[in-house]
């Protein structure tokens, strides 16, 4: 099932028309046979106010059985980068990663923070099975302020108004993949401290339209960012 989006995902103006591709089928719902299975349009639209490049149909349901998993050909980088953290943030104490996937960053970043949060709709233990939205927000900043107990499980923190948000929120190349946009900002705002950090990995589009990359345009990726919108967005 899909279904025609009519405004940018960022400020809700109109959309027109820049990039019309041969319908495809999903790109990683892989078939028996080569060009087989239902074919989705795939048309890239520009936002008349703030330029967002995005596509127009939305797959419904498209992370519900998602087939890529973080390979452990990754894991040196990772571990590099939860070092650069830990050493360009000390103070920091937790950290939440939205589209954790198979849970391979997570297990890295406990060694370096103390309480680490995996988020993903079709995450592999111990991610929560879950989108990051308003629902889940509150789940998040109750097990941050969690007390430990001495078997290293934690109790359950109860109350509207935790003490402790969280330090760091990690968005790994996530963010091109999600259609509600400002539902997980408003989940971020929730549970990010005053002080915290927001770190956002992403597909440059304008390097890729320089580069000629357009086997990345596929309907996984509802958006194609780039830096200036994302400037009255935020």
Known sequence: MSYKRKDCRFCYSPLELKLKLRPTPIANQFQENPMTGVFYPLDLMECTKCKHV??????????????YRTPLANIPKLDEFAKYLKTRYPEAKNVVEIGANNGLNIKILHEYFDKVIGVDPDGDAPVWRSAFDMGVAPLILRQINAKPKTDGSYWKASGDDPKDKVDIIIANNVLAHIDDLN????????????????????????????????????????????????????
């Open 54 to 67: 995005q596509t127009r149909h939305v797959i419904t349901d498209l992370y519900k059985d998602y087939k």
């Open 183 to 234: 539902g997980v900002f408003k989940a971020i705002d929730h549970i990010l401290a005053n002080d915290g950090v927001l770190i956002i990995e992403y597909q440059n589009f304008l390097s890729m339209t320089e580069k000629g990359i357009y086997d990345t345009i596929y309907h996984e990726h509802h958006d194609q960012h780039t830096a200036a919108p994302w400037v009255p967005f935020l």
